[in-house]
């Protein structure tokens, strides 16, 4: 595991915020982009690697939810949270332009605007939790709290 040279704009937010991080590398395989690969990569549980999704209601919009890699995003659950009667994931070719980031590099922290975040319920079980550091090949380990604050989070039981 090597130390990244380049900050990410993640990262200048934790700075910025004092928050406590720990850069892990690893090497991309653009055939397998999944939170649970990533996890082997790196030599974590996947329970601890975070995965972010976007999706969209019919009522309020843009949400943001950060679950376990192994996880599935309870849809009904989700849109029940945020208000709306139906949640879609927001297609891959419409990620970047919404969020500025794209598929494998998608971090709940430094979107192009804010959204409501949920965080599943089980990242306060662990001491640290890892995101996506907002790059691919880069992902931050850091206190599951700290990143509840800094993007303003609601805790809730997200998965199936």
Do not use: W
Not at 24 to 38: F, P, S
Not at 91 to 101: D, F, S
Request: glycine share 8%; aromatic share 4%; net charge neutral.
């Amino acid at each position: 595991m090597k130390e990244s040279p380049n900050k990410t704009n993640v990262m200048r937010t934790l700075d910025k915020a004092g928050i406590r991080y720990t850069p892990m590398t690893y090497a991309v395989d653009e055939d397998n982009l999944a939170g649970t690969h990533i996890a082997e990569e790196i030599g974590l549980p996947p329970e601890i690697v975070f995965k972010t999704l976007v999706a969209r209601g019919d009522k309020k919009g843009l949400a943001v939810f950060c679950i376990p890699a192994p996880a599935e995003l309870n849809l009904k659950e989700a849109a029940r949270l945020t208000g709306n009667k139906k949640l879609e994931m927001v297609p891959v070719k419409e990620l970047l332009g919404l969020t500025g980031y794209i598929r494998g590099a998608c971090s709940p922290i430094g979107m192009k605007k804010k959204f409501p975040t949920f965080i599943d319920e089980t990242c306060i079980l662990y001491d640290q939790i890892t995101i996506s550091a907002g790059i691919r090949g880069i992902q931050l380990l850091l206190d599951p709290n700290d990143l509840i604050a800094v993007v303003e989070a609601q805790c809730a039981a997200l998965t199936v």
